[in-house]
């Protein structure tokens, strides 16, 4: 399934963003729906999944789905039948087989809502998307300032 215009130039800015300050010697970043195997017939995907190289080294990298987790899980929107749930539900249910799985952080950023929503195991926090969320080591992402400096507007 194809993306918007608006996700797809939101992945593009985080993983613009990413790209800037991360460790390419200690990290290996995955995007564009990254597969993870979570389990016999449990797979899930990630719109931008940052995997510490000592869980994910470069020989371990290859044409299947990734079987361990990345430490940050980064999601923009919902591209899934949820016909069975509520997106809240789906959302949630998502975020905790990735918290079983072993991610340690969870970022959505939800288009309709306008807001990002953080998750850690031991917490949930839900801001408007026109302040700095931090992704990791203090570096901090603002969708909405960076869509008025691109004069978007999403009404």
Known sequence: MGSSSLRAIIVYYLTGFISRFIDEDT??????EAGLHL???TNLANDIAIFEQTVLPGNRISKKYADVPPKIAIEVDIEADVAEMTETGYIYKKTRKLFD?????????LTDAQVVMIATPE???TVNWDKDVEIMDGNAFNIGAYLTKKGISIP
């Open 101 to 109: 799985f072993g991610v340690q952080k969870i970022i959505w950023v």
């Open 39 to 41: 389990d016999h017939r």
């Open 123 to 125: 917490r949930i926090e």
């Open 27 to 32: 990290y290996n970043v995955l995007v564009n």
